[in-house]
């Protein structure tokens, strides 16, 4: 069976750093692009940033700079390093997975950015 679970969300200050993890298991991860997506209260979801089987990563514009895409093939893990946080950036973070034809995607990790 499929699996895309995310990890890592809690509570943190503005200008906090907090690290998101995303693990899947249940197809070839090297064979998909993997990417973040974000969904605030009463607001569409978001693209935040992708990363294909290579490590090439692409980045929504307000993210760049701020946020960084990884990925770990040997450990079908995908990463989220948010830097720099800001409240603006509340929001349910979802991981999901993408290959030609099949698209899988997690149930989410709450990161709320606030003093």
């Known amino acids: 069976q499929v699996q895309v679970v995310e990890s890592g969300g809690g509570l943190v200050q503005p200008g906090g750093s907090l690290r998101l993890a995303c693990a899947a298991s249940?197809?070839?991860?090297?064979?998909?692009?993997m990417s973040w997506y974000r969904q605030a209260p009463g607001k569409e979801r978001e693209f935040v940033a992708s990363?294909?089987?290579?490590?090439?990563?692409n980045y929504a514009g307000s993210m760049k700079g701020r946020f960084t895409i990884s990925r770990d093939n040997a450990k079908n893990t995908v990463y989220l390093q948010m830097n720099s946080l800001k409240p603006e950036d509340t929001a349910v973070y979802y991981c999901?997975?993408?290959?030609?034809?099949?698209?899988?995607w997690g149930q989410g990790t709450q990161v709320t950015v606030s003093s």
């Open positions: 990363i294909t089987g290579a490590g090439v990563a």
């Open positions: 249940g197809f070839i991860f090297s064979n998909y692009v």
């Open positions: 999901k997975a993408r290959s030609p034809f099949r698209e899988y």
